[in-house]
């Protein structure tokens, strides 16, 4: 069985003050996506002793940043997407894995937030297409984790009827995961009205979980959010369907309680049968 998790740290040194090591030692987990790392590899190596860690730091200092950590050594890695035009710099990284016979391929990925017209929102329209490009070629075990920064159904965020205007749950970002999660090979009309293609990829944690409203990965820090559990599933894991058919297991490990947060996000966990 491999376990593997993914969660947007908030910046790591603050992460590892607040109690994620301890989680970490408790998780028993053998590969760890981080996104949002905002920190150098001497700060993931502080609270990963003994892991390999691949990361990719951002050109801005304390901005984006994305590491896989795992317990065993991945065969290659890859970081970047999409030409240079998309600025994926410390918001996409490829790792493969030999377990036995398979070669696992496991992405972390930090979407852009994104803001409605704005140049914010046209690097997230690039990078989304980039994805859409590059999903078909990451192999037949492949998973892509992390913050995408789209819920991509009603039931992925509480509030969802204020939030259609508002980047994060646009009709146009949601059209990219109807396309993503589409039936392979498929022409399919989109919840933004466009016709696409489908990847045939799954969407690990709703096929898991059923239809039910959430369960929720992120809260805000305003209000009482957390404790009113008004919230976004925006943190997946993205497998190709050989992948998920191995899924004996997945949860959204939320905190007991808004002061044990170490991060506004919750790791999403999933145990895959390889």
Do not use: C
Not at 80 to 90: F, N, P, Q
Not at 152 to 163: P, Q, T, V, Y
Not at 243 to 266: E, F, G, Q, T
């Amino acid at each position: 069985m491999t376990r593997i998790a993914s969660v947007n740290v908030n910046g790591i040194r603050a992460a590892a003050r607040k109690g994620m090591g301890e989680w970490i030692d408790a998780s028993g987990v053998d590969i760890l996506t981080l996104q949002e790392v905002r920190g150098q590899r001497e700060h993931l190596e502080a609270i990963l002793p003994g892991w390999h860690i691949l990361e990719d730091e951002s050109l801005q200092k304390g901005r984006a940043g994305v590491a896989i950590a795992s317990r065993e050594p991945s065969a290659a890695h890859r970081v970047g997407l999409g030409e240079d035009t998309v600025d994926s710099h410390g918001r996409w990284i490829e790792a493969d894995f030999h377990v036995g016979s398979t070669t696992l391929t496991v992405v972390s990925a930090y979407v852009h937030s994104g803001e409605v017209d704005t140049p914010k929102q046209a690097a997230k329209w690039l990078f989304l297409n980039a994805m859409l490009e590059r999903l078909p070629h990451l192999g037949e075990y492949a998973v892509v984790t992390g913050d995408l920064n789209v819920g991509h159904r009603e039931l992925d965020i509480k509030n969802w009827r204020g939030n259609r205007k508002k980047s994060g749950f646009l009709p146009r970002e949601r059209a990219y995961f109807d396309r993503f999660f589409g039936e392979a090979g498929a022409s399919l009309e989109t919840v933004d009205g466009s016709t696409g293609t489908g990847l045939g990829f799954v969407d690990v944690g709703r096929t898991f979980a059923g239809e039910v409203d959430g369960p929720y990965t992120w809260w805000s820090n305003r209000g009482q959010a957390f404790d009113n559990d008004t919230g976004w599933r925006i943190d997946y894991h993205v497998a190709t369907p050989a992948l998920a058919d191995l899924v004996k297991d997945y949860r959204v490990d939320r905190y007991p309680s808004y002061d044990a947060r170490w991060s506004d996000h919750a790791p999403v966990i999933a145990d895959y049968a390889l």
